[in-house]
């Protein structure tokens, strides 16, 4: 994959667990793969799910933040991601914390967004496709 990626959080979550043993070997080549992006957001999203959901000690966690900031290139949240997250859910209608995820990803200059939880294929402003790679 040459072009620049972001990951949103279900798919990291999916990388992780093998509940599901089909997302999770579809998953985990995406979150190992080269030009990934992820934001604070996300590292947020998934600490708490990882803690809640698969039962992950504080010493988990602290890898897993760790691992992230190691393997991507992580964005932190501004003024500039909120006001076009603003923008984005009036044109898109998308939810408030997805507005953000693809805001993030517009600004990070990623050509490809990938999610389960936003409209297959759709493109945004011309620049970022969103792909649920489960289909």
């Known amino acids: 994959m040459s072009d620049k990626f972001f990951i949103d959080t279900n798919i990291i979550l ?12 579809i998953a985990k080549p995406l979150v190992l793969g080269n ?7 996300v ?8 803690i809640k959901k698969m ?3 504080e010493l988990q966690i602290e890898k897993f933040i760790d691992s992230s900031y190691a393997r991507y290139h992580v964005v932190n949240l501004d003024k500039n991601i909120f006001i076009q997250a603003s923008h984005l859910r009036e044109k898109y209608f998308l939810s408030y914390y997805d507005s ?12 490809i967004l990938y999610s389960e ?5 759709i ?11 489960f289909i």
């Open 123 to 133: 493109l945004i402003e011309d620049k970022l496709r969103i792909i649920n790679p």
């Open 55 to 57: 039962k992950f000690t």
């Open 43 to 50: 590292i947020n999203e998934c600490s708490v799910n990882l």
């Open 117 to 121: 939880d936003m409209q297959h294929n």
């Open 35 to 41: 030009h990934a992006t992820i934001s604070v957001q």
């Open 100 to 111: 953000i995820i693809v805001s993030t990803a517009l600004i990070s200059n990623c050509s």
């Open 14 to 25: 999916y990388a992780i667990s093998t509940i599901d043993g089909n997302k999770h070997s």
